[in-house]
Antibody
Framework: EVQLVESGGVVRQPGGSLRLSCAAS????????MYWVRQAPGKGLEWVSL????????DYADSVKGRFTISRDNSKNSLSLQMNGLKTEDTAFYYC??????????????WGQGTLVTVSS | SYELTQPPSMSVSPGQTARIPCSGD??????SFWYQQRPGQAPVLVIY???KRPSGIPERFSGSNSGTSVTLTISGVQAEDEADYYC???????????FGGGTKLTVL
């Protein structure tokens, strides 16, 4: 059974930094593209970032480009998101999501339960 | 920036058919995906590659693509289908992942 467990969500002041982690199990981690998706309380889903299986490609939403950095450690089955220069609009639940198998397109077939990041002074 | 457009809300009676549309200029070239999100829960994939159903998803869920519009169809709607539904795809270059704004489906 696929399991994705996010951690690291806390309260931070604007301008601060934070690192989110996602522990993956139940599948061959280094076979899949991984994603971060966020959802502000009461709002819709917003894609944040993706990283391919070999870290050869990393992409970011315009809203976080230059401030957030995605990374993965295939030896530890873990995904991370380094968040710098936090803004109040970054307040959201952050989900780690597993990509579909190669050839199935850029969608996600498993999600974690999310971790809440609150940016407030 | 690329956008996917969905109606914010829809309502349907139990046993009827719900058809949730999603439009976007790149949909003729890029696959679409649909997610169900119940209150307080993480999203669940219900349709991938426009019309494929993951294992464990009931047969009453189906997807279709007609050019710049895709549709999630729920036949014989049940009370448990009341949820938010999001379409998702990528832009024409395949660089940016995009979600629609979500449709809140109410089962009357």
């Amino acid at each position: 059974e696929v399991q994705l467990v996010e951690s690291g969500g806390v309260v931070r002041q604007p301008g601060g930094s934070l690192r989110l982690s996602c522990a993956a199990s139940g599948f061959t981690f280094d076979d899949y593209t991984m994603y971060w998706v966020r959802q502000a309380p009461g709002k819709g889903l917003e894609w944040v970032s993706l990283i391919t299986w070999d870290s050869s490609r990393m992409d970011y939403a315009d809203s976080v480009k230059g401030r957030f950095t995605i990374s993965r450690d295939n030896s530890k089955n873990s995904l991370s998101l380094q968040m710098n220069g936090l803004k109040t609009e970054d307040t959201a639940f952050y989900y780690c999501a597993k990509g579909l198998p190669y050839g199935s397109g850029w969608g996600f077939d498993s999600w974690g339960q999310g971790t809440l990041v609150t940016v407030s002074s | 920036s690329y956008e996917l457009t969905q109606p914010p809300s829809m309502s349907v009676s139990p046993g009827q058919t719900a058809r949730i549309p999603c439009s976007g200029d790149a949909l003729p070239k890029q696959y679409s995906f649909w997610y169900q999100q119940r209150p307080g829960q993480a999203p669940v994939l219900v349709i991938y590659k426009d019309n494929k159903r993951p294992s464990g998803i009931p047969e009453r869920f189906s997807g279709s693509n007609s050019g710049t519009s895709v549709t999630l169809t729920i036949s014989g709607v049940q009370a448990e289908d009341e949820a938010d539904y999001y379409c998702q795809s990528v832009d024409a270059t395949g660089t940016y992942v995009v979600f629609g704004g979500g449709t809140k489906l109410t089962v009357l």
